[in-house]
């Protein structure tokens, strides 16, 4: 017996450790569906307006203008009126585009070869070399070259149609660093509507190594044949301040995380959001490239946003939103339709809105609706009698009834009557001094039955009162009991 127990224990051990794998990489359905409709696709461009004055021969104004792309990436709307976070690198050109403007002018009004890069360069000419240094420095007063420098930003909502234009943003905070995070705000704020879809920021990144994420962003400009991607990933140990951030590892070491998730940087998913597998929130922005992937948590993006003053902060659209979900990922798919038609009412693109309330009208009333079920197991349950509602009923009825009649009983006094009382026969009155007289009280406030006061021949030895016949003493002059006075 000892054996055998011995063995089942051993197997549960086994059974319980080979599960515990799978359990921890369990990856929820729809963790990113709170966050992917916020997604945008971010492509930066300095524009370059140059002049240049050329004294070589005859005096000549050559003007040229550059559009010099320098990013391209993910950004993550993090409020309604279209507040983004991303990148210093999406938003800032750490290269010097003066320079390639002017290399670029040079080479094509001289004829000569200078490499259209972001280097200065020398010329054997003498007299063109000095003009070439001098256009270098166009804020110099001997310049050559009058340059102007603009950044345009462009970012691409998450929609169906795809927004071919997309809608100007600009940097109003960077961190110093190209993988610092940045804030992003609209040129042209919207008026009226409900705005965007936001993505809400978690409160912290987790700590456990291992923890289970997803990253969500774009491989190219939004369109039909370009969908948000989705990846996921496992956090790794470390991430102190000055490491660079947070690398990724997986804990089964099948796959090579931190290259895998380089390569997706470099392909366009740089500042993606990094998805909690907790409660589907931002815990951080993918950073790095190549074959080194990390993140940078989420307290970062939250201080660049405290320093550029900025709230992140939910909508209309994303109250909705959630509401829905809740109803989808439980399974009712009846009630979760018109939440899904309700965002779209208000934001008509919703790329994961459209495709959820796709889902829901295919599968509402099916065998998979928990909605339709606890209607289909209501209606098949047995009835049940009603004769005992009827019966108590009319139990409760009788009782109220017959405690209002004992109530009424109660309330209702009983005053006893009594026949009345003859008056005491006596001998005709005459002028006498031996009539008996009858003397009469007022009656009382109180109503009570009294018996009739006879009263004979007042003693001589006596006084009365003569108007209530009440006894006086020798010495009273008025009545002690109706007040009346005494005749002397």
């Not at 569906?33 to 930066?44: I, K, M, Q």
């Not at 004829?111 to 360069?121: F, R, S, Y």
């Not at 934001?347 to 959820?356: I, K």
């Amino acid at each position: 017996m000892a054996r055998f127990r011995a063995l089942a224990g051993g197997i549960a051990v086994a059974v319980v450790l080979i599960a515990l794998p799978a359990s921890a990489h369990e990856h929820p359905s729809g963790i990113t569906d709170l966050v992917s409709p916020a997604v945008v696709r971010l492509e930066a461009v300095s524009h370059v307006e140059i002049t240049l004055l050329d004294h070589v021969g005859e005096l000549k104004h050559v003007e040229r203008s550059y559009d010099i792309p320098f990013a391209a990436g993910t950004g993550t709307v993090i409020s309604p009126d279209g507040t983004i976070v991303a990148l210093r690198r999406l938003a800032v050109n750490p290269d010097d585009v003066a320079v390639y403007a002017a290399n670029k002018i040079f080479a094509e009004h001289h004829k000569v070869k200078i490499p259209a890069d972001h280097k200065k360069h020398r010329l054997d000419d003498d007299i063109l070399d000095r003009h070439l240094q001098q256009c270098y420095t166009p804020e110099s007063d001997t310049a050559t070259c009058i340059i102007d420098v603009t950044t345009e930003i462009t970012a691409f909502p998450n929609v169906s149609p795809a927004s071919p234009d997309g809608f100007k943003v600009k940097c109003i905070k960077a961190g110093p660093e190209p993988d610092s995070p940045a804030v992003l705000v609209p040129v042209t704020p919207s008026a009226g509507g409900v705005g965007m879809p936001t993505a809400p920021l978690a409160d912290k990144v987790p700590d456990q190594p291992g923890a289970p994420t997803n990253v969500a962003g774009f491989l190219g400009r939004p369109g039909p044949k370009v969908t948000h991607t989705v990846e996921i990933a496992h956090l790794g140990k470390g991430g102190a301040a000055g490491d660079g951030g947070r690398p990724f590892a997986d804990p089964d070491n099948k796959v090579d995380e931190p290259v895998k998730l380089g390569g997706l940087a470099d392909k366009g998913m740089v500042g993606a959001p990094v998805i909690g597998d907790k409660d589907g929130h931002v815990i951080g922005l993918l950073v790095g490239g190549g074959k080194e992937g990390r993140m940078i948590g989420v307290r970062e993006v939250t201080g660049i946003l405290a320093e550029a003053k900025v709230v992140p902060r939910r909508g209309a659209i994303d109250t909705a939103f959630e509401a829905a979900l809740t109803r989808y990922h439980t399974q009712y798919y009846t009630e979760a339709a018109p939440g899904f038609q309700r965002v779209l009412e208000l934001y008509p693109g919703n790329v994961v809105a459209a495709e959820l309330l796709k889902t829901s009208l295919a599968k509402r009333g099916g065998p998979e609706d928990q909605g339709t079920r606890r209607t289909t197991a209501r209606q098949m349950e047995p009835s049940s009698p009603l004769w005992p509602l009827i019966l108590a009923a009319a139990i409760l009825f009788a009782a109220a009834g017959g405690g209002a009649y004992l109530l009424w009983r109660r309330r209702t006094p009983e005053i006893p009557t009594e026949p009345p009382q003859p008056l005491a026969a006596g001998p005709p009155l005459d002028q006498g001094s031996d009539q008996t007289v009858v003397v009469r009280r007022s009656q009382p406030f109180h109503v009570v039955p009294q018996q009739q006061q006879v009263m004979t021949a007042p003693d001589p030895a006596f006084k009365y009162c003569t108007s209530c016949g009440m006894r006086l003493g020798p010495a009273h002059r008025f009545c002690g009991y109706c007040g009346h006075p005494i005749e002397t």
